[in-house]
């Protein structure tokens, strides 16, 4: 029973998906000054700041020292909007807010309404990460108003979807359902695959919070299969912190976990404070889970460092009951309650409804095993006024099952057995929906265990004067209850034994599927989509484990970087099918020229890397002038038409100490040199 399952992803992020337009758009930089210059810089930006942060700073303050220099309203707007969307994902959230104001000032002024509801958008987005719902909900609603029945529908859509984002913060599933279910209608009508994956995944989270795995599942994949056609380092992560959510909820906590430290190495150093929050979280709770205590807090402590630093309320009131129930499990009851008590006053601060019930229902744990049953059904009472607001059975379920352990705890059978019974009945509509075979046996065993418990506790908790006045009765109430105890595990076991059979190839099913789609995921963030070649990405950590070799052992090893020549030439002549065609064909020559240890990669657009360990500059450039020679005796055909391309080849040798980049930028100097001397030619540095 662990807060942060429950929240998913409170601040979603819509930007533009990583393309090899940054290349071209970096080309054209460095053509470009004046107000088109400040255009691309905001378009890089935007490009950057889903891959790292870090890297996306060195535009940020170009775009900043650009807002002195622009006169034109319309782009000074479009610089307000982009610098705070910038400190928005930086988490500088008031720093984003003043720029913003600019911008509306700005933009009533020069009425263009549809600029004004997009700096509404990011102002919203500002105050939910503040956990200022209720303000930021307005801020959208204005944005709606503002574009009214234009056909901006993009823009109405991701309203919406923000608007979902509020109401699941709320734990209101069904509204938040309706709002993300509104912007993939949208979304899909537009035909726009990039924020209709976003909904669809966005769909998944708030199915998964429902408990309804199921549905979430193919709400995922659908996501999944926009995302298997990009190359999106903050997509990938997010999407293995969901999928590893929902492994952990059927029961799979072992690959729940491998897939939440899989995400924690995907983001690390990129600034994403947030998520990497997140996943420490979530790895905490599968420790918890398994009983290692002590590494579970150390997790929770490093998130909750995270959460202060960011002043994220609703972050910091997760980490404190999350350290709460630590210390619960540890039965370190003073400082359970005062991580908890803390983490009470600071949902119901932010209107964390969730956070409130699961706090009351924590404390009535601490009172139940300090014997204060009193004040423990105070606090049961409290969580169940507030569980009516919220669409959840499964808090539902967690307070009925703690009131039957307190009345239990009082030696109230009667009752207990009234609230046991309406958990089992709660339980029994989760359990068709989780299908988990973990739940069954844990469930199983664990009714069990207390069941006989109690008569032992029943034994021995009564005194002897008791005893010998009423011993005759005792006999009589314990044989009785004994009874009625036995004949409902008898009753629960074979209607679990009925179950098992059906949710284990239900669980198998499911596993089978997503470990499809792990290993799908792990493909499309190593490959190329095209030419089926490693990526950028994949060559690159494939050279800095061969980097970590080559230091210890002291040796070398050679990289070559290959472009077609005249390779726009063909585009503009024939089309990009034909590029494509080229691209394709020229990458099967490539592969089959080179040693199984040598690594075959698309650079970029029409630029090759070829990684060769152990192999020195002279190694490369025999290599590099054997595939030149193929290429260029190569006919290429495409519609009919014959086509003859060439390659220049830049190699470059990695020396002692040499920096990587160093290595790879000798190998690209080698290449502009073969292009300034005539192209199809191999050059080496």
Known sequence: MKKISIILLFSIMLLPVFSESIEILEKKLSETNGNKKTVILIKLLEEYIEINLNEAEVYFEQIKNSLINTNEPDLKIDIYNSIALFLFYKEKYNESIEYIEESILLSKKIENMSKQAISLMIYGRNLIALNKNKLALKKFNMGLELIGESDNFLLIGKLNLYIGSIYINKSEYNKAKKYYLNSLSIFTSLKNEKYEALANRMIGSVHNSMSDYSLALEFFYKSLKYYEKSNYIERYASLLNNMGVL??????????????????????????????????????????????????????????KIERARDNKLGIAIDLFNIGSIYIEKMQLIEAKKYIVESLKLSSQIEDKTGVVLSYISLAQVKKIQNNFKQALKFLQRAENEVKTIDSKELVKNIYEEYSYVFTAKHNYIKSIEYYNKTKKINNELLSKKSSKKLFEMRTRYETEKKENEIKNLKYNHTLKDYELNKKDLQKNIFFISFIIVLFIIILLFRQYRLKNTSNKLIQSKNTELESAYKSLELVASTDPLTKLSNRRDVLKKISYELER??????????????????????????????????????????????????????????????????????????????????????????????????????????????????IKNADKALYKGKKAGKNCVVID
């Open 247 to 304: 492994q952990s909820d059927i029961g799979n906590s072992k690959k729940g976990l491998e897939l939440y430290l899989k995400a924690k190495e995907i983001i690390k150093g990129s600034g994403y404070k947030s998520l990497e929050s997140l996943l420490l979280n979530n790895i905490g709770t599968i420790y918890q889970d398994m009983g290692s205590f002590d590494k579970s807090l150390k997790y929770y402590s490093e998130a909750l």
């Open 550 to 663: 080559t230091k210890r052992y002291k040796r070398s090893f050679a990289i070559i970087i290959g472009d077609i020549d005249d390779f726009k030439l063909i585009n503009d002549t024939y089309g990009h099918d034909a590029g494509d065609e080229i691209l394709v064909s020229l990458s099967k020559i490539l592969k089959n020229s080179v040693r199984k240890q040598d690594t075959v990669s698309r650079w970029g657009g029409e630029e090759f890397l070829i990684f060769m360990p152990e192999t020195d500059i002279i190694g490369g450039k025999v290599l590099a002038e054997k595939i030149r020679k193929i290429i260029e005796n190569e006919t290429f055909t495409y519609q009919n038409n014959d086509l003859n391309i060439s390659l220049t080849f830049g190699v470059g040798e990695y020396i002692e100490k040499m920096d990587l980049h160093q290595c």
